[in-house]
């Protein structure tokens, strides 16, 4: 079974590349329609829409350019790269590799932002200035800091040891036909011989306690706004009721389904070496879902609010406006020309 799992690498390569291309695309349509269609209703929303769609954009980039892989081994789940792009040495591409899981860490922390403005939008909307003029920079802060305080433990903890490329060495050159020493990976491997490799499990606790403060976070506003919506919501116009319920739906969504199809599967694999089960699974195939969720996103708040529905509808009809009034003018210029021309040859005549 040699060499068997890299028909499994294309397959990620492929999904890498569609997600770097369908997020630049629905991204794109998103963001636009935010910023130069959709003003007076969204208020700094906004800004934490844009934020998020670019920070999807730069997720889905990295993996387009670094393809990473995931690979579960017995007691062990390996992080590895086939390629050095720019060329990198392994030991930046490690680092690299390590940002680019900083920067999922930072997509979760976005989302319990987001939870916390539409809380406070409805429940207690003076500390709605919080996401105005500089105050908006302690929430690019937020998610900055456990941004890097995940990458910094997959960079560091799981960095790769003797033991580890020792235990690793034979699986690699098996199934990907590659020496371990020539490539740029990373490794949790739960135990060394009879032992705990402590340095694992800080790292996998870090990370672990920075999912759990947001999800909590996430958790507790998203119960607070379920049971309490509908008293706070009747105050207001029939308008705002609808786009705070639709944002809320939307909400709901990004957060569920990504957790149910893909980070509870990541988590699984995580803590799976632990169990020390004797299996060999290219983990890279859960893995690739990642890389085109951020287009899901952009999917999922466009359905789900209807103002970007009729700031679609408006795009199209001004872009047809223009086309139209573009063709006519070149019409005009024909119809000038042949009129002319005919003038010209009547006199001749």
Same mark, same amino acid.
């Given at each position: ?6 028909? /499994?690498?294309?397959?990620? *390569? @492929? ?9 630049? !695309?629905?991204? $794109? #349509?998103? &963001? ?84 916390? /403005?539409?809380?406070?939008? *409805? @429940? ?9 003029? !500089?105050?908006? $920079? #302690?929430? &690019? ?84 706004? /379920? ?123």
């Amino acid at each position: 079974m040699g060499a068997a799992y890299l028909r /499994y690498i294309q397959f990620c *390569i @492929f999904m890498g590349n569609l997600g770097f291309f369908s997020n630049a !695309f629905f991204g $794109f #349509i998103l &963001v636009y329609l935010t910023l130069f269609y959709i003003k007076r209703q969204f208020g700094s929303y906004k800004y934490l829409l844009v934020n998020f769609q670019v920070l999807g954009f730069v997720f889905a980039s990295f993996e387009f350019l670094f393809h990473t892989f995931l690979h579960t081994y017995n007691a062990s789940l390996t992080y590895f790269s086939l390629s050095r792009p720019l060329g990198l040495s392994n030991y930046a591409m490690e680092w690299m590799m390590g940002i680019y899981t900083g920067l999922y860490s930072a997509t979760i922390c976005q989302l319990a932002i987001q939870f916390m /403005y539409r809380y406070w939008a *409805i @429940f207690d909307t003076p500390k709605l200035r919080y996401f105005y003029g !500089f105050y908006y $920079f #302690i929430w &690019v802060g937020y998610y900055t800091f456990f941004g890097v305080l995940w990458a910094f433990a997959v960079g560091h903890f799981f960095a790769m040891d003797d033991f580890g490329r020792k235990y690793l060495g034979d699986e690699i050159l098996l199934r990907y036909e590659r020496n371990i020493t020539d490539i740029p990976v990373l490794g949790l491997i739960a135990y060394e011989g009879d032992n705990i490799r402590w340095r694992n499990v800080y790292g996998l606790s870090l990370m672990t306690l920075i999912s759990t403060v947001q999800y909590s976070i996430i958790i507790i506003c998203g119960h607070q706004m /379920y049971i309490g919506m509908k008293t706070k919501l009747a105050v207001l116009s029939a308008q705002h009721r609808r786009l705070h319920r639709q944002f809320f739906r939307a909400l709901v969504i990004q957060i569920s389904a990504p957790t149910i199809i893909l980070f509870c599967p990541v988590f699984f694999m995580i803590y799976a070496p632990f169990a020390d089960f004797e299996m060999s699974f290219p983990s890279c195939i859960i893995q690739s879902g990642f890389t085109v969720y951020p287009a899901l996103d952009s999917v999922i708040m466009m359905s789900c609010v209807s103002e970007y529905g009729r700031a679609f509808k408006k795009l199209v009809h001004n872009t047809k406006e223009k086309y139209a009034v573009r063709a006519n003018k070149e019409e005009s210029k024909e119809t000038v020309k042949n009129t002319t021309s005919t003038k010209n040859l009547t006199t001749k005549l």
